[in-house]
């Protein structure tokens, strides 16, 4: 069974900048589609970014386009380099990968292999 491990999260400052990671364990990345959500206190989970790895191509939500970059790393890591925090980027964020390149709405992705989460917190 495939598993998918966050890692990096943690406090900061608004302004500041974190990068998380997710590693897959039991199954390779190259035929998915990777993408990072968020779950914010008593909201529902929301998707940021999201990595084709056919072609590379990304997609951003606008919430956080131009602050936020999803890359791979190693053949079966990915990461979310976060810069510019504020407090409403304060979550629990997931990764999760899906063979069928679904649309950046989490109702697409619940069958989609996820990892347990990291909490990111910004405040001053």
């Known amino acids: 069974q495939g598993q998918l491990v966050e890692s990096g999260g943690g406090s900061v400052r608004p302004g500041g900048s974190l990068r998380l990671s997710c590693t897959a364990s039991?199954?390779?990345?190259?035929?998915?589609?990777v993408a990072w959500f968020r779950q914010a206190p008593g909201k529902g989970r929301e998707g940021v970014a999201t990595?084709?790895?056919?072609?590379?191509?990304t997609l951003y939500s606008d919430s956080v386009k131009g602050r936020f970059t999803i890359s791979r790393g190693t053949r079966d890591t990915i990461f979310l380099q976060m810069t510019n925090l504020t407090p409403e980027d304060t979550a629990v964020y997931y990764c999760?990968?899906?063979?069928?390149?679904?649309?950046?709405?989490?109702?697409?992705?619940?069958?989609?292999?996820w990892g347990q989460g990291t909490q990111v917190t910004v405040s001053a």
């Open positions: 999760a990968a899906d063979p069928r390149g679904p649309p950046l709405e989490y109702r697409w992705w619940t069958s989609a292999i």
């Open positions: 990595i084709r790895f056919s072609d590379m191509s």
């Open positions: 039991g199954f390779t990345l190259d035929r998915y589609q």
